[in-house]
C-alpha cells in the first residue's frame, strides 16, 4: 500500500503558474503508475495527466494540453504537476492517483483556485 500527499495548491491569478507535488510513502513508487485528478464545486472528479510508471509515457486531457505538465522523480517517490498559464475554470482540488495491480490510491487533495 502506498500513501500520498499533495502540496502546492494556492491562490494565483489567471495566467500564472502553480507547480503541485505528490510525495508517496515506501519503496516501491516506481512499480505505480501516476495520475492527476481534480473535482470542481458541484462537478464529477475528472482525469487531468498521467505518467507511466516509467515516465516515458505521458496523457493529457484536451483542456489542460500545452498547459500542464506531468513528470516523476522516483528516486524521491514524488509526482509533479507544472501548471501554466492557468484559467479561472483551472480552479478545483486537486488529486493525485497511484495505480498498481488494479489497485488505486488517492491522498487527500490539494486546492487550486485561480482569479480573474
Known amino acids: 500500500q502506498v500513501q500520498l500527499v499533495e502540496s502546492g495548491g494556492g491562490l494565483v491569478q489567471a495566467g500564472g503558474s502553480l507547480r503541485l507535488s505528490c510525495a508517496a510513502s515506501g519503496r516501491t513508487f516506481s512499480r505505480y503508475a501516476m495520475s492527476w485528478f481534480r473535482q470542481a464545486p458541484g462537478k464529477e472528479r475528472e482525469s487531468v495527466a498521467f505518467?507511466?510508471?516509467?515516465?516515458?509515457?505521458?496523457y493529457y486531457a484536451d483542456s489542460v494540453k500545452g498547459r500542464f505538465t506531468i513528470s516523476r522523480d522516483n528516486a524521491k517517490n514524488t509526482v509533479y504537476l507544472q501548471m501554466n498559464s492557468l484559467k479561472p475554470e483551472d480552479t478545483a482540488v486537486y488529486y493525485c492517483?497511484?495505480?498498481?495491480?488494479?489497485?488505486?490510491?488517492w491522498g487527500q487533495g490539494t486546492q487550486v483556485t485561480v482569479s480573474s
Open positions: 492517483k497511484a495505480t498498481a495491480n488494479g489497485n488505486d490510491y
Open positions: 505518467i507511466s510508471r516509467s515516465g516515458g509515457n505521458t
